[in-house]
Protein backbone atom coordinates (compact mmCIF):
# COMPACT_ATOMS: atom_id res chain seq x y z
CA UNK A 1 0.00 0.00 0.00
CA UNK A 2 1.04 3.49 -0.53
CA UNK A 3 1.88 6.29 2.22
CA UNK A 4 -1.62 8.03 0.88
CA UNK A 5 -3.41 4.93 0.68
CA UNK A 6 -6.94 6.12 0.61
CA UNK A 7 -8.94 5.00 4.19
CA UNK A 8 -12.35 3.68 3.63
CA UNK A 9 -14.82 5.90 5.52
CA UNK A 10 -18.13 5.66 6.69
CA UNK A 11 -19.24 8.23 4.03
CA UNK A 12 -17.89 6.38 1.66
CA UNK A 13 -18.67 3.08 2.12
CA UNK A 14 -22.55 4.41 1.95
CA UNK A 15 -21.76 6.58 -0.78
CA UNK A 16 -20.69 3.25 -2.68
CA UNK A 17 -23.52 1.17 -1.64
CA UNK A 18 -25.68 3.65 -3.03
CA UNK A 19 -24.25 3.66 -6.19
CA UNK A 20 -24.27 0.11 -6.52
CA UNK A 21 -27.86 -0.76 -5.12
CA UNK A 22 -30.15 2.25 -5.24
CA UNK A 23 -29.85 3.77 -9.23
CA UNK A 24 -31.73 6.69 -9.97
CA UNK A 25 -33.35 6.58 -13.38
CA UNK A 26 -33.65 9.98 -14.53
CA UNK A 27 -36.78 11.60 -14.95
CA UNK A 28 -38.31 15.29 -15.82
CA UNK A 29 -38.43 16.13 -12.72
CA UNK A 30 -34.68 15.53 -11.65
CA UNK A 31 -34.32 18.22 -14.30
CA UNK A 32 -31.02 18.35 -16.80
CA UNK A 33 -28.05 16.03 -15.82
CA UNK A 34 -25.57 17.23 -13.40
CA UNK A 35 -22.73 18.79 -15.08
CA UNK A 36 -19.60 16.41 -14.91
CA UNK A 37 -17.39 16.96 -12.82
CA UNK A 38 -13.50 17.30 -13.69
CA UNK A 39 -10.21 16.24 -12.24
CA UNK A 40 -6.84 17.20 -13.80
CA UNK A 41 -3.66 15.89 -12.34
CA UNK A 42 -0.66 16.94 -14.30
CA UNK A 43 2.89 15.16 -13.53
CA UNK A 44 5.75 17.05 -13.98
CA UNK A 45 8.32 16.50 -16.34
CA UNK A 46 7.60 13.39 -17.60
CA UNK A 47 8.28 12.01 -20.56
CA UNK A 48 7.63 9.24 -23.01
CA UNK A 49 10.45 6.70 -21.60
CA UNK A 50 8.98 6.73 -18.21
CA UNK A 51 5.23 5.43 -18.50
CA UNK A 52 4.59 2.31 -18.91
CA UNK A 53 2.06 2.02 -21.51
CA UNK A 54 4.15 3.91 -23.87
CA UNK A 55 7.31 2.00 -22.89
CA UNK A 56 5.62 -1.15 -23.60
CA UNK A 57 5.04 -0.39 -27.38
CA UNK A 58 8.26 1.06 -28.02
CA UNK A 59 11.01 0.00 -30.11
CA UNK A 60 12.56 -1.82 -26.73
CA UNK A 61 9.65 -2.83 -25.20
CA UNK A 62 8.38 -3.44 -21.71
CA UNK A 63 11.15 -3.16 -18.86
CA UNK A 64 11.18 -3.85 -15.32
CA UNK A 65 12.84 -0.57 -14.12
CA UNK A 66 9.36 1.66 -15.92
CA UNK A 67 6.26 0.68 -13.73
CA UNK A 68 3.12 2.52 -14.12
CA UNK A 69 0.36 0.02 -13.46
CA UNK A 70 -1.98 2.21 -12.16
CA UNK A 71 -1.72 4.40 -15.40
CA UNK A 72 -1.57 2.19 -17.52
CA UNK A 73 -5.40 0.66 -16.40
CA UNK A 74 -6.54 3.86 -17.27
CA UNK A 75 -5.20 4.21 -20.61
CA UNK A 76 -5.96 0.24 -21.34
CA UNK A 77 -9.92 1.55 -20.50
CA UNK A 78 -9.76 5.28 -21.49
CA UNK A 79 -8.75 7.38 -24.10
CA UNK A 80 -4.70 7.50 -25.23
CA UNK A 81 -3.91 11.18 -26.52
CA UNK A 82 -0.58 10.58 -28.99
CA UNK A 83 -0.50 13.91 -30.17
CA UNK A 84 -0.94 15.81 -26.99
CA UNK A 85 1.87 19.08 -26.92
CA UNK A 86 2.38 21.63 -24.56
CA UNK A 87 5.28 24.13 -24.37
CA UNK A 88 9.16 23.14 -23.82
CA UNK A 89 8.80 23.81 -19.99
CA UNK A 90 6.36 25.14 -16.78
CA UNK A 91 5.00 28.15 -16.54
CA UNK A 92 3.97 28.76 -19.63
CA UNK A 93 2.26 25.23 -20.23
CA UNK A 94 0.44 25.43 -17.01
CA UNK A 95 -0.33 28.94 -17.55
CA UNK A 96 -1.48 28.20 -20.57
CA UNK A 97 -4.01 25.22 -19.43
CA UNK A 98 -5.15 27.47 -16.75
CA UNK A 99 -6.20 30.68 -19.12
CA UNK A 100 -7.27 28.78 -22.32
CA UNK A 101 -4.35 30.62 -24.12
CA UNK A 102 -1.55 29.58 -26.18
CA UNK A 103 1.64 30.52 -24.47
CA UNK A 104 2.39 32.79 -27.03
CA UNK A 105 -0.87 34.79 -25.98
CA UNK A 106 -0.82 34.51 -22.39
CA UNK A 107 3.17 33.77 -20.81
CA UNK A 108 6.45 32.64 -22.53
CA UNK A 109 8.46 32.84 -19.09
CA UNK A 110 9.68 30.18 -16.83
CA UNK A 111 11.87 31.61 -14.25
CA UNK A 112 11.17 35.81 -13.48
CA UNK A 113 8.92 35.12 -10.35
CA UNK A 114 10.02 37.86 -8.78
CA UNK A 115 8.88 39.84 -11.42
CA UNK A 116 5.43 41.39 -10.09
CA UNK A 117 3.94 40.85 -13.87
CA UNK A 118 5.30 37.32 -13.99
CA UNK A 119 2.62 34.55 -14.91
CA UNK A 120 -1.02 34.50 -15.91
CA UNK A 121 -1.85 38.56 -16.67
CA UNK A 122 -4.84 39.45 -14.12
CA UNK A 123 -7.60 40.27 -16.11
CA UNK A 124 -7.72 36.69 -17.76
CA UNK A 125 -10.35 34.71 -16.66
CA UNK A 126 -9.10 31.14 -15.37
CA UNK A 127 -10.74 27.85 -16.11
CA UNK A 128 -11.63 27.59 -11.76
CA UNK A 129 -13.04 31.42 -12.04
CA UNK A 130 -15.27 30.92 -15.02
CA UNK A 131 -16.74 27.09 -13.80
CA UNK A 132 -17.71 29.01 -10.73
CA UNK A 133 -20.55 30.37 -13.08
CA UNK A 134 -21.58 26.84 -13.14
CA UNK A 135 -21.62 26.54 -9.95
CA UNK A 136 -18.72 24.36 -9.52
CA UNK A 137 -16.84 23.35 -6.01
CA UNK A 138 -12.85 24.64 -7.80
CA UNK A 139 -9.75 23.13 -5.83
CA UNK A 140 -5.88 23.41 -6.45
CA UNK A 141 -3.27 21.01 -4.39
CA UNK A 142 0.71 21.22 -5.95
CA UNK A 143 2.94 23.48 -8.06
CA UNK A 144 0.98 26.76 -9.10
CA UNK A 145 4.02 29.01 -10.97
CA UNK A 146 1.71 31.17 -13.01
CA UNK A 147 2.25 34.60 -10.65
CA UNK A 148 1.83 35.64 -7.35
CA UNK A 149 3.25 39.03 -6.69
CA UNK A 150 -0.27 39.70 -5.30
CA UNK A 151 -3.26 38.18 -3.61
CA UNK A 152 -5.08 38.35 -6.93
CA UNK A 153 -2.76 36.25 -8.56
CA UNK A 154 -2.27 33.28 -6.36
CA UNK A 155 -4.66 30.48 -6.76
CA UNK A 156 -7.51 31.75 -4.30
CA UNK A 157 -7.10 35.00 -6.23
CA UNK A 158 -7.50 33.03 -9.72
CA UNK A 159 -10.95 31.42 -8.35
CA UNK A 160 -9.79 28.23 -6.36
CA UNK A 161 -11.77 27.32 -3.32
CA UNK A 162 -9.04 26.13 -1.58
CA UNK A 163 -5.19 25.09 -2.18
CA UNK A 164 -2.70 23.61 -0.69
CA UNK A 165 0.90 24.20 -2.51
CA UNK A 166 3.75 25.84 -3.64
CA UNK A 167 4.08 28.84 -5.65
CA UNK A 168 7.46 29.20 -7.41
CA UNK A 169 8.78 26.71 -9.83
CA UNK A 170 9.92 24.30 -7.43
CA UNK A 171 10.38 23.27 -3.46
CA UNK A 172 12.80 20.16 -2.10
CA UNK A 173 10.16 17.19 -1.06
CA UNK A 174 11.15 17.09 2.53
CA UNK A 175 10.96 20.24 3.72
CA UNK A 176 9.39 22.84 1.56
CA UNK A 177 12.66 24.74 0.98
CA UNK A 178 12.21 26.71 -1.69
CA UNK A 179 15.00 27.05 -4.89
CA UNK A 180 14.47 30.62 -4.99
CA UNK A 181 17.22 32.58 -2.77
CA UNK A 182 17.21 36.13 -1.14
CA UNK A 183 20.57 37.65 0.36
CA UNK A 184 20.67 36.69 3.73
CA UNK A 185 23.10 40.29 4.43
CA UNK A 186 19.69 42.25 3.00
CA UNK A 187 16.79 40.84 5.17
CA UNK A 188 16.26 40.54 8.50
CA UNK A 189 14.56 36.82 9.11
CA UNK A 190 11.51 36.59 11.49
CA UNK A 191 12.20 34.45 14.61
CA UNK A 192 12.77 30.56 14.50
CA UNK A 193 14.06 31.17 10.68
CA UNK A 194 17.46 30.09 9.64
CA UNK A 195 19.74 31.23 6.14
CA UNK A 196 20.78 29.65 3.36
CA UNK A 197 24.37 29.61 4.19
CA UNK A 198 24.65 26.18 3.90
CA UNK A 199 22.41 23.45 1.90
CA UNK A 200 19.88 21.25 3.87
CA UNK A 201 20.93 18.21 5.60
CA UNK A 202 20.15 15.83 2.51
CA UNK A 203 19.34 11.91 4.04
CA UNK A 204 19.43 9.18 1.70
CA UNK A 205 16.10 9.87 0.29
CA UNK A 206 17.69 12.58 -2.03
CA UNK A 207 20.34 12.67 -4.24
CA UNK A 208 23.08 15.22 -2.73
CA UNK A 209 23.81 16.12 -6.52
CA UNK A 210 20.10 17.41 -7.43
CA UNK A 211 19.84 19.25 -3.95
CA UNK A 212 23.52 21.27 -4.24
CA UNK A 213 22.33 21.70 -8.53
CA UNK A 214 18.58 23.04 -7.60
CA UNK A 215 20.49 25.28 -5.12
CA UNK A 216 17.65 24.73 -2.23
CA UNK A 217 17.39 27.69 -0.07
CA UNK A 218 16.21 27.20 3.88
CA UNK A 219 13.50 29.11 2.63
CA UNK A 220 9.94 27.54 2.57
CA UNK A 221 7.62 27.88 -0.24
CA UNK A 222 4.04 26.26 1.10
CA UNK A 223 0.97 27.91 0.76
CA UNK A 224 -2.35 27.11 2.02
CA UNK A 225 -5.84 28.53 1.28
CA UNK A 226 -9.38 28.35 1.81
CA UNK A 227 -12.68 30.43 1.46
CA UNK A 228 -11.93 32.87 3.83
CA UNK A 229 -8.28 32.73 4.12
CA UNK A 230 -4.94 32.31 2.73
CA UNK A 231 -1.27 32.25 4.59
CA UNK A 232 2.05 30.39 4.82
CA UNK A 233 1.33 26.77 5.72
CA UNK A 234 2.65 26.74 9.10
CA UNK A 235 3.26 23.39 10.28
CA UNK A 236 2.76 21.30 7.46
CA UNK A 237 5.86 21.61 5.81
CA UNK A 238 8.39 19.11 6.62
CA UNK A 239 5.31 17.37 8.29
CA UNK A 240 5.75 14.47 5.37
CA UNK A 241 7.31 13.62 1.98
CA UNK A 242 5.35 16.59 0.18
CA UNK A 243 3.97 14.67 -2.10
CA UNK A 244 2.22 12.42 0.09
CA UNK A 245 1.32 15.67 1.74
CA UNK A 246 -0.48 16.45 -1.67
CA UNK A 247 -1.58 13.11 -2.81
CA UNK A 248 -3.69 12.99 0.78
CA UNK A 249 -5.36 16.70 0.35
CA UNK A 250 -6.16 15.84 -2.99
CA UNK A 251 -8.27 12.26 -1.87
CA UNK A 252 -9.35 14.33 1.49
CA UNK A 253 -11.08 16.86 -1.02
CA UNK A 254 -12.78 14.10 -2.88
CA UNK A 255 -14.10 12.04 0.10
CA UNK A 256 -15.38 15.38 1.35
CA UNK A 257 -17.17 16.64 -1.33
CA UNK A 258 -20.81 16.20 -2.32
CA UNK A 259 -21.22 14.59 -5.35
CA UNK A 260 -24.70 16.98 -6.10
CA UNK A 261 -21.92 19.77 -6.90
CA UNK A 262 -19.68 19.68 -9.87
CA UNK A 263 -16.05 19.48 -8.51
CA UNK A 264 -13.12 20.82 -10.57
CA UNK A 265 -10.04 19.28 -8.87
CA UNK A 266 -6.34 20.39 -10.64
CA UNK A 267 -3.68 18.22 -8.91
CA UNK A 268 -0.75 19.51 -10.18
CA UNK A 269 1.87 17.09 -8.75
CA UNK A 270 5.52 17.95 -7.49
CA UNK A 271 6.85 14.35 -9.48
CA UNK A 272 9.00 14.16 -11.33
CA UNK A 273 10.47 17.37 -11.03
CA UNK A 274 13.84 17.74 -9.08
CA UNK A 275 15.19 17.61 -6.43
CA UNK A 276 15.68 13.71 -7.27
CA UNK A 277 14.01 12.48 -4.13
CA UNK A 278 12.14 9.48 -3.20
CA UNK A 279 10.57 7.61 0.28
CA UNK A 280 12.71 4.81 1.22
CA UNK A 281 9.90 2.56 0.74
CA UNK A 282 9.66 3.21 -3.00
CA UNK A 283 13.38 3.28 -2.89
CA UNK A 284 13.28 -0.35 -1.62
CA UNK A 285 11.10 -1.71 -4.39
CA UNK A 286 13.83 -0.44 -7.73
CA UNK A 287 17.03 -2.12 -5.66
CA UNK A 288 17.79 -3.69 -8.78
CA UNK A 289 18.55 -0.75 -10.56
CA UNK A 290 22.28 -0.52 -9.92
CA UNK A 291 23.88 1.16 -13.21
CA UNK A 292 22.75 4.48 -12.64
CA UNK A 293 21.75 6.03 -9.04
CA UNK A 294 19.58 9.03 -10.83
CA UNK A 295 17.83 6.40 -12.77
CA UNK A 296 17.47 4.40 -9.59
CA UNK A 297 15.69 7.50 -7.80
CA UNK A 298 13.79 8.17 -10.94
CA UNK A 299 11.96 4.64 -10.82
CA UNK A 300 10.97 5.50 -7.54
CA UNK A 301 9.87 8.64 -8.12
CA UNK A 302 7.13 7.55 -10.70
CA UNK A 303 6.10 4.79 -8.79
CA UNK A 304 5.05 7.24 -6.06
CA UNK A 305 3.64 9.12 -8.90
CA UNK A 306 1.44 6.13 -10.09
CA UNK A 307 0.08 5.06 -6.51
CA UNK A 308 -1.24 8.45 -6.19
CA UNK A 309 -2.73 8.77 -9.66
CA UNK A 310 -4.27 5.38 -8.21
CA UNK A 311 -5.29 6.58 -4.60
CA UNK A 312 -7.52 9.68 -6.38
CA UNK A 313 -9.14 7.37 -8.87
CA UNK A 314 -10.05 4.70 -5.88
CA UNK A 315 -11.11 7.91 -4.02
CA UNK A 316 -13.42 9.38 -6.78
CA UNK A 317 -14.95 5.57 -7.09
CA UNK A 318 -15.46 5.21 -3.34
CA UNK A 319 -17.44 8.29 -2.95
CA UNK A 320 -19.77 7.59 -5.71
CA UNK A 321 -18.06 10.54 -8.54
CA UNK A 322 -16.34 8.40 -10.92
CA UNK A 323 -19.51 7.56 -12.94
CA UNK A 324 -20.20 11.59 -14.07
CA UNK A 325 -16.63 12.26 -13.75
CA UNK A 326 -13.69 13.36 -16.32
CA UNK A 327 -10.50 12.28 -15.40
CA UNK A 328 -7.35 13.80 -17.40
CA UNK A 329 -3.63 12.71 -16.83
CA UNK A 330 -0.93 14.36 -18.90
CA UNK A 331 2.33 15.29 -18.32
CA UNK A 332 3.27 19.38 -18.19
CA UNK A 333 5.91 19.19 -20.93
CA UNK A 334 8.72 16.48 -21.94
CA UNK A 335 11.45 14.45 -20.64
CA UNK A 336 13.85 16.69 -18.42
CA UNK A 337 16.87 14.67 -19.35
CA UNK A 338 19.84 16.20 -18.20
CA UNK A 339 22.14 14.98 -15.48
CA UNK A 340 21.71 15.39 -12.38
CA UNK A 341 18.42 17.51 -12.23
CA UNK A 342 17.06 15.71 -14.52
CA UNK A 343 17.32 11.80 -15.60
CA UNK A 344 14.02 11.58 -17.09
CA UNK A 345 13.91 9.53 -20.22
CA UNK A 346 12.05 11.01 -23.79
CA UNK A 347 12.86 7.17 -25.37
CA UNK A 348 12.06 7.01 -28.26
CA UNK A 349 11.67 10.56 -29.22
CA UNK A 350 13.78 13.05 -29.88
CA UNK A 351 15.85 15.85 -27.23
CA UNK A 352 13.94 16.76 -24.18
CA UNK A 353 12.68 19.45 -22.24
CA UNK A 354 13.44 23.21 -22.75
CA UNK A 355 14.06 22.55 -26.93
CA UNK A 356 11.30 21.77 -29.13
CA UNK A 357 12.08 18.27 -30.18
CA UNK A 358 9.26 16.30 -29.83
CA UNK A 359 10.71 14.96 -26.48
CA UNK A 360 10.21 18.54 -25.05
CA UNK A 361 6.95 19.60 -26.00
CA UNK A 362 5.19 16.31 -26.61
CA UNK A 363 3.38 14.80 -23.76
CA UNK A 364 2.14 11.42 -21.88
CA UNK A 365 -1.93 12.21 -22.09
CA UNK A 366 -4.98 10.37 -21.50
CA UNK A 367 -8.55 10.35 -20.66
CA UNK A 368 -10.36 8.18 -18.09
CA UNK A 369 -13.83 8.69 -15.90
CA UNK A 370 -17.48 7.67 -16.35
CA UNK A 371 -18.45 10.27 -18.99
CA UNK A 372 -16.50 9.05 -21.63
CA UNK A 373 -19.06 7.15 -24.66
CA UNK A 374 -18.38 3.91 -23.97
CA UNK A 375 -17.40 3.15 -28.03
CA UNK A 376 -14.60 5.68 -27.45
CA UNK A 377 -12.82 3.70 -24.50
CA UNK A 378 -9.55 1.41 -25.44
CA UNK A 379 -8.51 4.21 -28.65
CA UNK A 380 -5.75 6.09 -29.31
CA UNK A 381 -6.70 9.56 -30.80
CA UNK A 382 -3.78 10.86 -33.29
CA UNK A 383 -5.24 14.04 -33.65
CA UNK A 384 -3.52 17.27 -32.07
CA UNK A 385 -4.31 18.38 -28.93
CA UNK A 386 -2.89 21.14 -27.11
CA UNK A 387 -2.76 21.79 -23.48
CA UNK A 388 -4.58 25.17 -24.30
CA UNK A 389 -7.42 23.23 -25.32
CA UNK A 390 -8.74 22.17 -21.40
CA UNK A 391 -10.22 25.50 -21.43
CA UNK A 392 -12.85 25.38 -23.67
CA UNK A 393 -13.03 21.79 -23.59
CA UNK A 394 -14.35 21.90 -19.81
CA UNK A 395 -16.28 25.73 -19.89
CA UNK A 396 -18.12 24.88 -23.60
CA UNK A 397 -17.74 21.10 -23.71
CA UNK A 398 -18.89 20.08 -20.48
CA UNK A 399 -20.09 22.82 -18.50
CA UNK A 400 -22.15 24.20 -21.18
CA UNK A 401 -20.56 27.52 -21.30
CA UNK A 402 -19.01 29.83 -23.63
CA UNK A 403 -15.12 31.66 -24.53
CA UNK A 404 -16.07 34.89 -23.57
CA UNK A 405 -13.59 36.59 -21.25
CA UNK A 406 -15.13 39.81 -20.41
CA UNK A 407 -12.68 41.49 -18.57
CA UNK A 408 -9.69 40.42 -20.62
CA UNK A 409 -11.18 42.33 -23.66
CA UNK A 410 -11.41 44.77 -21.56
CA UNK A 411 -8.41 45.33 -20.83
CA UNK A 412 -7.57 44.64 -24.36
CA UNK A 413 -6.05 41.09 -23.84
CA UNK A 414 -5.45 38.42 -25.96
CA UNK A 415 -8.60 36.02 -26.05
CA UNK A 416 -9.23 32.40 -25.20
CA UNK A 417 -7.29 30.48 -28.56
CA UNK A 418 -8.13 27.18 -27.32
CA UNK A 419 -10.51 24.69 -28.86
CA UNK A 420 -13.39 22.72 -27.37
CA UNK A 421 -12.37 19.42 -28.47
CA UNK A 422 -14.89 17.20 -26.56
CA UNK A 423 -17.20 16.76 -29.72
CA UNK A 424 -13.69 14.59 -31.17
CA UNK A 425 -12.47 13.40 -27.64
CA UNK A 426 -16.60 12.26 -27.56
CA UNK A 427 -16.50 10.83 -30.77
CA UNK A 428 -18.85 13.17 -32.35
CA UNK A 429 -16.58 14.43 -34.47
CA UNK A 430 -13.95 11.73 -36.70
CA UNK A 431 -11.16 14.87 -36.63
CA UNK A 432 -9.54 17.00 -34.64
CA UNK A 433 -10.07 20.65 -35.47
CA UNK A 434 -6.55 21.73 -34.48
CA UNK A 435 -4.82 21.57 -37.77
CA UNK A 436 -1.39 24.19 -35.84
CA UNK A 437 0.70 23.89 -33.12
CA UNK A 438 3.28 26.29 -32.78
CA UNK A 439 6.30 26.59 -30.58
CA UNK A 440 8.52 29.31 -29.94
CA UNK A 441 8.52 31.92 -31.80
CA UNK A 442 11.06 33.40 -34.53
CA UNK A 443 13.35 35.86 -33.60
CA UNK A 444 12.15 36.14 -30.28
CA UNK A 445 15.40 37.57 -28.85
CA UNK A 446 15.97 40.22 -31.78
CA UNK A 447 12.04 41.70 -31.68
CA UNK A 448 12.12 42.06 -27.99
CA UNK A 449 15.46 43.22 -27.13
CA UNK A 450 15.43 40.63 -24.03
CA UNK A 451 17.04 37.80 -22.25
CA UNK A 452 16.00 33.89 -24.32
CA UNK A 453 12.31 32.96 -22.53
CA UNK A 454 13.13 30.69 -19.67
CA UNK A 455 16.10 30.07 -17.83
CA UNK A 456 16.36 26.61 -18.05
CA UNK A 457 18.35 26.92 -21.00
CA UNK A 458 19.42 29.54 -23.69
CA UNK A 459 18.01 27.13 -26.71
CA UNK A 460 16.88 29.79 -29.23
CA UNK A 461 14.95 27.16 -31.37
CA UNK A 462 11.54 27.46 -33.24
CA UNK A 463 8.94 25.41 -34.74
CA UNK A 464 5.55 24.61 -35.68
CA UNK A 465 3.27 21.95 -36.47
CA UNK A 466 1.11 21.95 -39.45
CA UNK A 467 -1.59 19.27 -40.82
CA UNK A 468 -1.23 19.18 -44.80
CA UNK A 469 -3.26 16.61 -46.04
CA UNK A 470 -3.80 14.49 -43.14
CA UNK A 471 -0.20 14.50 -42.26
CA UNK A 472 1.41 16.17 -39.40
CA UNK A 473 4.44 18.44 -40.70
CA UNK A 474 6.85 19.79 -38.72
CA UNK A 475 9.58 22.70 -38.90
CA UNK A 476 12.31 23.42 -36.50
CA UNK A 477 14.46 25.95 -37.07
CA UNK A 478 17.79 27.49 -36.04
CA UNK A 479 20.32 25.75 -34.17
CA UNK A 480 18.91 23.09 -31.79
CA UNK A 481 20.67 21.56 -28.75
CA UNK A 482 19.55 18.28 -27.24
CA UNK A 483 19.18 17.06 -30.54
CA UNK A 484 19.97 13.34 -29.74
CA UNK A 485 17.74 10.33 -29.09
CA UNK A 486 17.99 9.00 -25.68
CA UNK A 487 18.51 5.32 -25.62
CA UNK A 488 16.29 2.02 -23.91
CA UNK A 489 18.73 2.61 -21.47
CA UNK A 490 19.31 6.14 -19.87
CA UNK A 491 21.67 7.19 -20.47
CA UNK A 492 23.08 6.05 -23.51
CA UNK A 493 21.95 7.59 -26.25
CA UNK A 494 22.83 8.27 -30.13
CA UNK A 495 23.85 11.69 -32.12
CA UNK A 496 22.69 12.65 -35.48
CA UNK A 497 26.08 11.40 -36.99
CA UNK A 498 25.52 8.22 -35.53
CA UNK A 499 28.07 8.34 -32.71
CA UNK A 500 27.16 7.03 -29.82
CA UNK A 501 26.97 9.25 -26.38
CA UNK A 502 28.50 7.34 -23.46
CA UNK A 503 26.93 5.82 -20.22
CA UNK A 504 27.44 6.76 -16.77
CA UNK A 505 28.32 4.37 -14.71
CA UNK A 506 27.02 4.51 -10.63
CA UNK A 507 27.54 7.78 -8.72
CA UNK A 508 29.49 9.16 -12.01
CA UNK A 509 28.87 12.51 -13.30
CA UNK A 510 29.88 14.23 -16.28
CA UNK A 511 29.82 11.80 -18.89
CA UNK A 512 27.12 13.05 -20.83
CA UNK A 513 26.13 16.40 -21.69
CA UNK A 514 22.68 16.26 -23.31
CA UNK A 515 23.33 20.05 -24.35
CA UNK A 516 26.30 19.63 -26.53
CA UNK A 517 24.31 18.02 -29.12
CA UNK A 518 23.80 20.48 -31.62
CA UNK A 519 22.10 20.32 -34.63
CA UNK A 520 21.71 23.19 -37.32
CA UNK A 521 18.87 23.19 -38.60
CA UNK A 522 18.90 26.40 -40.72
CA UNK A 523 22.01 26.56 -43.43
CA UNK A 524 23.07 28.96 -43.71
CA UNK A 525 22.48 29.85 -40.07
CA UNK A 526 20.08 33.12 -40.13
CA UNK A 527 18.39 32.61 -43.44
CA UNK A 528 14.91 33.48 -43.21
CA UNK A 529 14.42 34.46 -46.42
CA UNK A 530 11.66 32.10 -48.59
CA UNK A 531 12.41 33.16 -51.54
CA UNK A 532 16.53 32.05 -51.43
CA UNK A 533 17.54 28.74 -52.10
CA UNK A 534 18.89 27.87 -48.03
CA UNK A 535 17.24 25.76 -46.01
CA UNK A 536 15.34 27.15 -43.94
CA UNK A 537 14.90 24.55 -41.13
CA UNK A 538 14.56 20.66 -40.37
CA UNK A 539 11.17 19.36 -41.58
CA UNK A 540 9.70 15.95 -40.53
CA UNK A 541 6.56 14.37 -41.30
CA UNK A 542 5.55 13.65 -37.94
CA UNK A 543 3.11 10.68 -38.95
CA UNK A 544 5.41 8.58 -40.67
CA UNK A 545 8.11 9.73 -38.41
CA UNK A 546 7.79 10.85 -34.87
CA UNK A 547 10.76 9.96 -33.99
CA UNK A 548 12.58 12.89 -36.14
CA UNK A 549 15.26 10.96 -37.82
CA UNK A 550 14.12 11.90 -41.29
CA UNK A 551 14.94 15.77 -42.31
CA UNK A 552 13.13 16.71 -45.36
CA UNK A 553 14.34 19.80 -45.71
CA UNK A 554 16.06 20.06 -48.54
CA UNK A 555 14.22 17.43 -50.51
CA UNK A 556 10.74 19.26 -49.62
CA UNK A 557 11.95 22.56 -49.88
CA UNK A 558 8.45 24.38 -51.28
CA UNK A 559 6.70 22.37 -48.27
CA UNK A 560 9.28 24.16 -45.81
CA UNK A 561 8.37 27.10 -47.42
CA UNK A 562 4.58 26.88 -46.62
CA UNK A 563 5.08 26.23 -43.18
CA UNK A 564 8.18 28.67 -42.60
CA UNK A 565 5.31 30.94 -43.66
CA UNK A 566 2.98 29.85 -41.04
CA UNK A 567 5.77 29.84 -38.39
CA UNK A 568 6.47 33.88 -39.25
CA UNK A 569 2.55 34.42 -39.23
CA UNK A 570 2.34 32.95 -35.90
CA UNK A 571 5.18 34.39 -34.26
CA UNK A 572 3.87 38.12 -35.01
CA UNK A 573 1.13 37.37 -32.80
CA UNK A 574 3.43 36.89 -29.97
CA UNK A 575 2.06 38.53 -26.41
CA UNK A 576 5.24 39.51 -24.39
CA UNK A 577 4.12 42.69 -22.16
CA UNK A 578 6.90 44.38 -19.76
CA UNK A 579 5.97 42.32 -16.36
CA UNK A 580 7.79 44.68 -13.86
CA UNK A 581 11.29 45.38 -12.52
CA UNK A 582 12.61 42.32 -10.66
CA UNK A 583 11.68 43.01 -7.04
CA UNK A 584 13.57 40.56 -4.66
CA UNK A 585 13.52 43.09 -2.42
CA UNK A 586 10.46 43.37 -1.72
CA UNK A 587 9.62 39.48 -2.10
CA UNK A 588 12.26 38.19 -0.15
CA UNK A 589 10.99 41.28 2.89
CA UNK A 590 7.77 40.16 2.48
CA UNK A 591 9.02 36.09 3.20
CA UNK A 592 10.91 37.33 6.53
CA UNK A 593 7.81 38.91 7.50
CA UNK A 594 6.25 36.11 6.79
CA UNK A 595 8.46 33.93 9.39
CA UNK A 596 10.48 32.27 6.46
CA UNK A 597 7.57 31.46 3.61
CA UNK A 598 7.67 33.24 0.21
CA UNK A 599 4.28 34.66 -0.50
CA UNK A 600 2.59 37.90 -2.38
CA UNK A 601 4.39 40.90 -1.32
CA UNK A 602 2.13 43.55 -3.38
CA UNK A 603 -1.29 44.68 -2.78
CA UNK A 604 -3.92 44.05 -5.79
CA UNK A 605 -3.68 45.92 -8.63
CA UNK A 606 -0.03 46.97 -7.95
CA UNK A 607 0.95 46.67 -10.89
CA UNK A 608 -2.36 47.38 -13.07
CA UNK A 609 -1.66 44.15 -15.39
Not at 200 to 229: F, K, M, N, Q
Amino acid sequence: HSPTQVRLTIAALIGLVASLHCPQAPSAEHGPPPRPHIVYILSDNLGYGDVGYLRATSPAGPSPAVQTPQIDALAATGIILSSFYTWKFCSPSRSSLLSGRHPISVNVHNDLMFQPGFGIPEQMTTIPRKLKQFNYSTHHVGKWHCGMSTPSRTPKGRGFDSSLGYLFAANDYLHGFSTEGCSNTTHDFAPGTVNNTKPPEVDRRCTSRSITARHITHYTDLWESGTESEGPATGLNGTAFEEALFSSRATAIIESHDSATPLFLYYAMHLLHSPLCAPLEYLEKVDFITENEDRKFVAAMTLMMDDAVGDVVTALKLNGLWGNTLLVWSSDNGAAIELDTGAKSAYPLRGGYCTDWEGGVRAPALLNGGVLPEQQRGQTLDGLVHISDWWPTFVVGLAGGDTTDAPAAAAGLPPVDGMNLWPYLSGDRAESPRIEVGFTPLNYNETANRPSMGGDAGNNDSAIIVVINGSKLKLITDAVAQSSWVGPQYPNGSRPDNAPIGACALGETGCWDTWATVQQCTVPPGCTDINKTCKLGCLFNLSNDPTEHVDLGTTESALARVLYGRLKAYSKTLYDPDRGVVDAQGACGQMARNGGFFGPWLRNGQPPM
